[in-house]
């Protein structure tokens, strides 16, 4: 059990047999793509892009105005032991860390699913622009409140 355990959403996210290193491992810039995924499935497919067939877990892109992007301004990785490929669904947890002022943190925490241990920590910091504005949206009070049943503690204090 970690201190995560409780805190925000649980995502299965598929591994690939190509998300591999030539040790066994499943790659560092693999595992980006993995927090990736499990924060699309978390949050939302972000308005104006694709097509949210699946519900998301906590419709948080959803309640942004269309044509807003959802920008990475900030990834923080720490990697506890290797993640090996299994040819079965890694699982992800993700949680608001912090969501106020044009910033939304969100802590993730991959388990190996066979050993039950926690493989990588991290932290992805998201702005909100509006091109046709040119501005950063600012997250407002009702959407603090839709994230804040999922808050839980940052990975790196």
């Known amino acids: ?70 920008l990475i301004t900030e990834n923080r990785i720490k990697y506890l032991r290797p993640l090996e490929y299994r040819n079965t669904p890694v699982e992800v947890r993700v949680w608001v860390v912090s969501a106020r002022g044009g910033a939304l943190t969100l802590g993730f925490e991959i388990t190996d699913v066979v050993s039950r241990r926690a493989c990588v920590r991290a932290e992805t910091r998201l702005a909100f622009f509006v091109p046709a504005t040119g501005t950063v949206l600012r997250i407002s009070a009702e ?15």
């Open 143 to 157: 959407q603090q409140e839709l994230l804040a049943p999922h808050a839980g503690p940052s990975v790196f204090r």
């Open 1 to 70: 059990m970690t201190v995560q355990d409780e805190s925000g959403v649980l995502c299965r996210v598929p591994m690939r047999w190509g998300d591999m290193d030539p040790y066994g491992h499943v790659n560092n810039v693999e595992v980006v793509r993995l927090l990736e995924e499990a924060r699309i499935a978390a949050l939302g497919v972000p308005v104006g892009t694709g097509d949210q067939v699946e519900p998301p877990l906590i419709p948080f892109f959803s309640a942004l105005p269309e044509g807003t992007q959802a």
